[in-house]
């Protein structure tokens, strides 16, 4: 498992944008999927994107259009930038990484959360 960071969440109107970061350290796996859940209130936690290790992008129906995940290998890191939110996109958003050695697939290793919360 590796350790990830994560920062960039916070209060937003309507319509804003925020930007989140993740980044994963201190380890000798491979990393293959990288993203990011997200958990609103009363809810349960739901995937809102994911990347690939050769860069692939995949998204949830609901954050389509207005979400763009990209993935710097060098700096094994995530950037989650999203865009024209909605009070919907209010929630706790955990960044995840599949990580493996050889034949060994790590359990998912988890950020700590970061709250994004958007006013109407």
């Known amino acids: 498992q590796v350790r990830l960071v994560e920062s960039g969440g916070g209060l937003v109107q309507a319509g804003g944008s925020l930007r989140l970061s993740c980044a994963a350290s201190?380890?000798?796996?491979?990393?293959?999927?990288m993203g990011w859940y997200r958990q609103a209130p009363g809810k349960q936690r739901e995937l809102a994107a994911l990347?690939?290790?050769?860069?692939?992008?995949v998204y949830a129906d609901a954050v389509k259009g207005r979400f763009t995940l990209s993935r710097d290998n060098a700096k094994n890191t995530v950037y989650l930038q999203m865009n024209s939110l909605k009070p919907e996109d209010t929630g706790v958003y955990y960044c995840?990484?599949?990580?493996?050695?050889?034949?060994?697939?790590?359990?998912?290793?988890w950020g700590q959360g970061t709250q994004v919360t958007v006013s109407s």
């Open positions: 201190g380890y000798s796996f491979s990393v293959n999927d």
């Open positions: 990347i690939t290790s050769g860069g692939n992008p």
């Open positions: 995840f990484a599949d990580t493996y050695l050889r034949n060994y697939n790590a359990p998912r290793s």
